[in-house]
Protein backbone atom coordinates (compact mmCIF):
# COMPACT_ATOMS: atom_id res chain seq x y z
CA UNK A 1 0.00 0.00 0.00
CA UNK A 2 1.58 3.62 -1.10
CA UNK A 3 0.23 7.12 -0.01
CA UNK A 4 -0.01 9.23 -2.55
CA UNK A 5 -1.67 12.17 -1.02
CA UNK A 6 -2.19 13.22 3.04
CA UNK A 7 -4.15 15.93 4.30
CA UNK A 8 -6.29 16.72 7.37
CA UNK A 9 -9.03 19.34 7.90
CA UNK A 10 -8.10 22.94 9.40
CA UNK A 11 -11.56 23.96 9.74
CA UNK A 12 -15.15 23.69 8.46
CA UNK A 13 -17.05 26.59 6.45
CA UNK A 14 -20.33 27.56 8.05
CA UNK A 15 -22.34 26.00 5.30
CA UNK A 16 -20.18 23.09 4.34
CA UNK A 17 -22.94 20.69 5.31
CA UNK A 18 -25.33 22.14 2.49
CA UNK A 19 -24.26 19.77 -0.24
CA UNK A 20 -23.95 16.62 2.02
CA UNK A 21 -27.92 15.87 1.14
CA UNK A 22 -26.08 15.50 -2.68
CA UNK A 23 -23.40 13.17 -1.43
CA UNK A 24 -20.67 16.12 -1.80
CA UNK A 25 -18.24 18.16 -0.07
CA UNK A 26 -15.97 20.43 -1.15
CA UNK A 27 -11.90 20.81 0.14
CA UNK A 28 -9.97 24.16 -0.35
CA UNK A 29 -6.76 25.38 0.06
CA UNK A 30 -6.07 28.61 2.14
CA UNK A 31 -6.81 30.34 -1.44
CA UNK A 32 -10.44 30.07 -0.97
CA UNK A 33 -12.70 32.59 -2.42
CA UNK A 34 -14.20 34.84 0.47
CA UNK A 35 -17.83 33.61 -1.23
CA UNK A 36 -16.67 30.15 -1.64
CA UNK A 37 -15.00 29.60 2.44
CA UNK A 38 -18.20 28.89 4.06
CA UNK A 39 -19.28 26.05 1.71
CA UNK A 40 -16.12 24.01 2.25
CA UNK A 41 -13.62 22.15 4.65
CA UNK A 42 -10.38 23.95 4.58
CA UNK A 43 -7.49 22.04 4.17
CA UNK A 44 -3.63 22.38 3.48
CA UNK A 45 -2.19 22.79 -0.14
CA UNK A 46 0.09 19.51 -0.44
CA UNK A 47 1.50 17.65 -3.70
CA UNK A 48 0.05 14.41 -4.72
CA UNK A 49 3.00 11.87 -5.14
CA UNK A 50 1.24 10.26 -7.99
CA UNK A 51 -1.59 9.93 -10.46
CA UNK A 52 -4.45 9.45 -8.94
CA UNK A 53 -6.73 7.06 -10.96
CA UNK A 54 -9.69 4.95 -10.75
CA UNK A 55 -9.36 1.82 -8.15
CA UNK A 56 -7.30 3.45 -5.62
CA UNK A 57 -8.83 4.00 -2.61
CA UNK A 58 -9.48 7.41 -0.19
CA UNK A 59 -9.78 7.07 3.54
CA UNK A 60 -11.54 9.47 5.56
CA UNK A 61 -10.18 9.16 9.12
CA UNK A 62 -10.50 5.02 9.06
CA UNK A 63 -13.29 4.77 6.31
CA UNK A 64 -12.58 3.57 2.78
CA UNK A 65 -13.71 4.52 -0.56
CA UNK A 66 -12.99 3.31 -3.61
CA UNK A 67 -12.63 5.93 -6.34
CA UNK A 68 -14.51 5.16 -9.22
CA UNK A 69 -13.90 7.93 -11.77
CA UNK A 70 -11.61 10.95 -11.75
CA UNK A 71 -11.65 14.64 -13.45
CA UNK A 72 -9.48 15.62 -15.80
CA UNK A 73 -8.29 18.83 -13.80
CA UNK A 74 -8.47 16.90 -9.74
CA UNK A 75 -4.09 15.98 -9.85
CA UNK A 76 -4.28 19.54 -11.06
CA UNK A 77 -6.32 21.55 -8.49
CA UNK A 78 -5.45 19.30 -5.51
CA UNK A 79 -1.87 19.74 -5.97
CA UNK A 80 -2.01 23.57 -6.14
CA UNK A 81 -4.61 24.84 -5.13
CA UNK A 82 -6.19 21.90 -2.35
CA UNK A 83 -9.79 22.22 -3.93
CA UNK A 84 -12.02 19.24 -5.37
CA UNK A 85 -15.03 18.34 -5.14
CA UNK A 86 -15.79 15.08 -3.34
CA UNK A 87 -18.68 13.31 -4.86
CA UNK A 88 -20.15 10.15 -3.22
CA UNK A 89 -22.14 8.28 -5.86
CA UNK A 90 -20.79 5.87 -7.53
CA UNK A 91 -20.45 7.53 -10.70
CA UNK A 92 -17.58 6.03 -13.61
CA UNK A 93 -17.91 8.86 -15.94
CA UNK A 94 -16.25 12.27 -14.65
CA UNK A 95 -19.09 14.78 -15.67
CA UNK A 96 -16.85 17.72 -13.44
CA UNK A 97 -13.18 17.96 -14.50
CA UNK A 98 -12.65 19.17 -10.71
CA UNK A 99 -14.42 16.04 -9.30
CA UNK A 100 -13.14 13.02 -7.45
CA UNK A 101 -16.10 10.71 -7.78
CA UNK A 102 -16.26 7.79 -4.99
CA UNK A 103 -18.01 4.56 -4.23
CA UNK A 104 -21.94 5.44 -3.52
CA UNK A 105 -21.81 5.07 0.45
CA UNK A 106 -22.96 7.36 3.04
CA UNK A 107 -20.68 10.58 3.29
CA UNK A 108 -18.64 10.09 6.45
CA UNK A 109 -18.92 12.21 9.29
CA UNK A 110 -16.36 15.13 9.24
CA UNK A 111 -14.51 17.05 11.81
CA UNK A 112 -11.89 19.39 12.19
CA UNK A 113 -8.64 17.07 12.52
CA UNK A 114 -10.09 14.32 10.23
CA UNK A 115 -7.75 12.64 7.65
CA UNK A 116 -8.30 12.55 4.01
CA UNK A 117 -5.69 9.60 2.21
CA UNK A 118 -5.41 8.41 -0.97
CA UNK A 119 -3.42 5.35 -1.39
CA UNK A 120 -2.77 2.42 -4.32
CA UNK A 121 -2.67 -0.86 -3.37
Not at 35 to 40: A, I, M, P, Y
Not at 71 to 93: A, C, E, K, M, P
Amino acid sequence: MKTIYENEVKSIGAMANTFLEEKMLILFGDGAPQDLKDFCYNIEVVNVEEDIQVGQTLYINNEKFKITSVGDVVQRNLSTLGHITLRFDGSTIPELPGTLYLEDKEVPAIEVGSGIKIVSE
